[in-house]
């Protein structure tokens, strides 16, 4: 061999391939690809980035004090268990590495998010899909694939790229039937978009024992998607580990500090919500209109299956978007072959994808 060489495994994985943002030969697009916020970023969050530009010289809190804090305050946790990382991607990483390896396995259900398999891959443990029932997360079925080996198991809940999701009861079964020494990780990325009265994003089963962690992200309704921050609720046991192993000033201090503004700015956040709860309805009632079938979302995008047939298919239809100038997420990676994932957009942006629709399937 001429070349250092990676561990066992490591060339066996799929490389993840982020939503389009561009088209060749366009010049003006759309991209409703990467299920970032419709409105954006909060102007207070805007400004406390700007503001962090003159400290470029010095090195960030490594201990994200105030950020902490801020979101301690906002949803009323104690800001020691919490853990912010480069992403909630970082913090779902870290936890896999450190609670799984060689021998092991990483269990998640059949739609959910690319890089829960790619993390057990690169931990050196063994990614296990449980199967879904109409794209919704099987309890039973998760349940019935936990082995002696299982380490970790990652539920999104809401799901992405399906946008379904598990009741706070269903959540609570699913902990309840795990090992005390299994991991449960509930990925709540898209958690402030859902009004649904029998949804939780899992903090009292963070408090109800020491084997479950929640993350989030301030890459969706927070609109931070470039800043690459997220935070995590743990156990203290799981927390310290965590504060172990991550990257001693793993958040920059033009994250944090957008962050702490963009958690304190509840007006914005609230507004986004609102948005996204006129356009979803919106826009599945106008792709049902269209004789596409939807499977019912509850984060800020919708997937939409597209007919069988060569000339009406979820490829052809993305073809024919993107000439439109118009970027949506091929999602056969996930097992989904002919859907398309769309985000929801600001108002012109949805007006502009339905009358491309109405024209392909016309």
Same mark, same amino acid.
């Given at each position: 061999m001429s070349h250092p060489q990676p561990k066992p495994g =490591?060339?066996?994985?799929? &490389?993840?391939?982020?939503?389009?943002a561009s088209v060749p030969g366009v010049a003006h697009v759309i991209k409703l690809s990467s299920n970032e916020d419709a409105l954006g970023a909060s102007p207070r969050a805007a400004e406390a980035y700007s503001r962090a530009a003159r400290k470029l010289s010095r090195y960030p809190d490594p201990n994200c004090t105030e950020l902490r804090q801020a979101i301690g305050e906002r949803h009323g946790i104690e800001p020691e268990r919490i853990v912010c990382g480069n992403g909630s991607d970082e913090l779902l990483g870290l936890l896999c590495h450190s609670y799984a390896g060689p021998g092991d396995e990483v269990l998640y259900s059949q739609h959910g998010f690319l890089m829960y398999g790619i993390y057990a891959q690169s931990a050196g443990a063994t990614p296990v899909m449980a199967p879904e029932t109409d794209r919704h997360a099987d309890v039973d079925a998760l349940l019935a694939a936990v082995t002696p080996r299982t380490k970790v198991v990652f539920i %999104?809940? &809401?799901?992405?790229?399906?946008?379904?999701?598990?009741s706070s009861d269903e959540m609570g079964r699913l902990r309840r039937g795990l090992r005390q020494d299994v991991l449960l990780v509930i990925d709540a990325a898209y958690a402030e978009y859902v009004s649904?009265?029998?949804y939780s &994003?899992?903090?009292e089963l963070v408090d109800d024992g020491s084997n479950t962690v929640m993350t989030r992200t301030f890459s969706k309704i927070h609109g931070l998607s470039s800043l690459r921050l997220g935070w995590c609720y743990c156990p203290p046991v799981i927390a310290d580990v965590l504060n172990r192993v991550r990257a001693p000033f793993n958040i920059n201090a %033009?994250?944090? %500090? %957008?962050?702490k503004a963009a958690i304190e700015d509840v007006a914005f956040t609230v507004l986004s919500r609102a948005h996204n709860q006129v356009w979803l309805p919106w826009l599945s009632e106008r792709m049902v209109g269209l004789g596409l079938r939807i499977t019912p979302s509850v984060g800020n995008f919708l997937l939409v299956d597209f007919p069988e047939e060569e000339r009406r298919c979820a490829a052809a239809a993305d =073809?024919?978007?993107?000439?439109r100038g118009l970027i949506c997420r091929r999602v056969e990676n996930y097992g989904l072959p002919n859907s398309l994932r769309i985000t929801i957009g600001r108002d012109d942006e949805m007006h502009a994808v339905v009358d491309a629709l109405a024209d392909f399937m016309g």
């Open positions: =490591i060339l066996g994985i799929a &490389p993840y391939v982020g939503g389009k %999104a809940n &809401p799901n992405n790229p399906t946008g379904t999701y598990l649904r009265n029998d &994003p899992g903090l %033009a994250a944090q %500090a %957008a962050g =073809i024919f978007l993107q000439l």
